[in-house]
């Protein structure tokens, strides 16, 4: 039998669900390992005799064994390996950690496969906000892997980063980790970015374009760097061309008062920066937007309504469809709701192609609203593409395995 869970990620049947470990040397792979659904089946010999072979099944293509009293199901647990590998990131604590202690992150932020590389498969990017981790998606990826076709046509990524460090450098991350997995896995479906709050300005960075004159206005002389410099990198860039469309949940677009506030002075005293950073932009620290008195800026100044670069990037059309998910906990008047941190105001974008406002808080990402809507728009992308795998149960009817094997 099947264990009580997320409804869609399990299914009763016959077999028993183990988890699988598949230790890779891709350098996106959780710390855990990958870890992969199982179901162990006994299955008849050919010709038949009084034994039977044991076979491990993928659950999620072999529905279902032929057997003497006819087809019967396969048993699913799907919610195992991803409570298993931790995929979703680390505990919860050490987004404080990483917010504060940005120095003890190892190296640049990475994207973290929730499964093996499959190129049939489109990538969902999910990128984490303020004080965060990948582990905050776990409800979500849930969710979202319990609807088949989803699951059939999307292969869940996280960006995992610092978030202490300035926004800039973090979108600058992002896009170069993007580049490191097409560089390694060659060219990619299109993909979907989903970010979350901070999440959400990284990646409006990743379709947007700002251009040398922009960047000049945002830090003089900045555009005269040379080309690899990483403080002209982050302020002068193109908008990807393998990124479909992207959605912000309770994102500020325009900043956040919360982060000009004396609370948020007093955190920013906390925060200590990567020495390899620091020593990398000593000489070109004044180039990055908020730099105060010659010390590089972090996340919080860079999340400030008076931000620079926030502005210069809220100036930007993104070059692909967006989405928008605000919360209102419950207000009526839109115009003047807040979700907690950010206001309806800063969140807004008119160009979106769709926004939805949902009665919850900043952390409202896995509210029965949000992920409706998301799970709409997931749906929406792949019927454009029309290599997305659009029926599931065939697809799997195609994989049942042999007697005996």
Same mark, same amino acid.
């Not at 099947?2 to 869609?8: D, K, L, S």
């Not at 034994?51 to 293509?61: E, G, Q, R, Y």
């Not at 670069?309 to 967006?322: E, G, H, Q, S, Y």
């Given at each position: 039998?099947?264990?009580?869970?997320?409804?869609?990620?399990?299914r009763?049947?016959?077999?028993?669900?183990?988890?699988?470990?598949?230790?890779?040397a891709?350098?996106n792979?959780?710390?855990?390992?990958?870890?992969?659904?199982?179901t162990?089946?006994?299955?008849?010999?050919?010709?038949?005799?009084?034994?039977?072979?044991?076979?491990?099944?993928?659950?999620?293509?072999?529905g279902?064994?032929?057997?003497?009293?006819?087809?019967?199901?396969?048993?699913?647990?799907?919610?195992?390996p991803?409570?298993?590998?931790?995929?979703?990131?680390?505990?919860?604590?050490?987004?404080?950690?990483?917010?504060?202690?940005?120095?003890?992150?190892?190296?640049?932020?990475?994207?973290?496969?929730?499964?093996?590389?499959?190129?049939?498969?489109?990538?969902?990017?999910?990128?984490?906000?303020?004080?965060?981790?990948?582990?905050m998606?776990a409800p979500?990826?849930?969710?979202?892997?319990?609807?088949?076709?989803?699951?059939?046509?999307?292969?869940?990524?996280?960006?995992?980063?610092?978030?202490g460090?300035?926004?800039?450098?973090?979108?600058?991350?992002?896009?170069?980790?993007?580049?490191?997995?097409?560089?390694?896995?060659?060219?990619?479906?299109?993909?979907?970015?989903?970010?979350?709050?901070?999440?959400?300005?990284?990646?409006?960075a990743?379709?947007?374009?700002?251009? &040398?004159?922009?960047?000049?206005?945002? !830090? %003089?002389?900045?555009?005269? *760097?040379? /080309?690899?410099?990483?403080? #002209?990198? $982050?302020?002068?860039?193109?908008?990807?061309?393998?990124?479909?469309?992207?959605?912000?949940?309770?994102?500020?677009?325009?900043?956040?008062?919360?982060?000009a506030?004396?609370?948020?002075?007093?955190?920013?005293?906390?925060?200590?920066?990567?020495?390899?950073?620091?020593g990398?932009?000593?000489?070109?620290?004044?180039?990055?937007?908020?730099?105060?008195?010659?010390?590089? &800026?972090?996340?919080?100044?860079?999340? !400030? %309504?008076?931000?620079?670069? *926030?502005? /210069?990037?809220?100036?930007? #059309?993104? $070059?692909?469809?967006?989405?928008?998910?605000?919360?209102?906990?419950?207000?009526?008047?839109?115009?003047?709701?807040?979700?907690?941190?950010?206001?309806?105001?800063?969140?807004?974008?008119?160009?979106?192609?769709?926004e939805?406002?949902?009665?919850?808080?900043?952390?409202?990402?896995?509210?029965?609203?949000?992920?409706?809507?998301?799970?709409r728009?997931?749906?929406e992308?792949?019927?454009?593409d029309?290599?997305?795998?659009?029926?599931?149960?065939?697809?799997? /009817?195609?994989?049942?395995?042999?007697?005996?094997?």
């Open positions: 039998r099947a264990r009580v869970g997320e409804p869609g990620l399990h009763a049947g016959l077999g028993l669900p183990l988890v699988g470990r598949i230790d890779s891709d350098p792979v959780p710390r855990s390992g990958f870890h992969v659904p199982l162990l089946v006994a299955l008849p010999k050919h010709p038949p005799t009084r034994c039977c072979d044991a076979a491990l099944v993928d659950p999620d293509l072999v279902s064994v032929h057997t003497a009293h006819g087809e019967l199901p396969v048993a699913m647990d799907l919610e195992a991803l409570d298993a590998t931790r995929a979703t990131g680390p505990r919860w604590f050490e987004g404080l950690a990483n917010l504060l202690r940005t120095d003890r992150f190892a190296g640049p932020g990475r994207v973290v496969f929730l499964e093996p590389y499959d190129p049939a498969k489109r990538p969902l990017v999910l990128v984490h906000g303020l004080m965060s981790t990948p582990r998606w979500l990826v849930k969710a979202l892997l319990a609807d088949e076709r989803i699951r059939a046509g999307y292969q869940i990524w996280a960006f995992y980063y610092p978030t460090q300035p926004v800039p450098l973090s979108a600058v991350q992002l896009r170069e980790a993007l580049d490191e997995v097409e560089e390694r896995h060659g060219p990619l479906k299109p993909m979907v970015l989903v970010g979350h709050s901070m999440g959400g300005i990284l990646s409006r990743q379709v947007s374009r700002i251009a &040398p004159e922009e960047a000049e206005r945002i !830090s %003089p002389g900045v555009s005269a *760097l040379p /080309a690899d410099n990483l403080a #002209r990198r $982050a302020l002068i860039f193109e908008p990807r061309t393998d990124v479909s469309r992207v959605v912000f949940q309770f994102t500020p677009h325009r900043g956040s008062r919360l982060a506030n004396s609370l948020a002075a007093w955190g920013v005293r906390l925060i200590r920066l990567p020495e390899w950073l620091v990398e932009l000593a000489y070109y620290s004044h180039h990055f937007p908020d730099a105060r008195e010659g010390r590089l &800026p972090t996340s919080i100044h860079g999340l !400030s %309504p008076n931000s620079r670069f *926030l502005r /210069a990037l809220d100036k930007t #059309r993104p $070059a692909v469809p967006v989405h928008t998910v605000v919360g209102t906990r419950g207000r009526s008047d839109l115009a003047s709701s807040s979700d907690g941190v950010v206001s309806y105001t800063s969140a807004h974008l008119y160009f979106a192609e769709s939805i406002a949902v009665p919850t808080g900043h952390g409202g990402f896995a509210h029965p609203l949000a992920v409706a809507e998301l799970r728009i997931l749906h992308a792949l019927a454009e029309p290599s997305a795998a659009s029926e599931p149960e065939s697809r799997r /009817a195609t994989r049942k395995p042999a007697h005996g094997r």
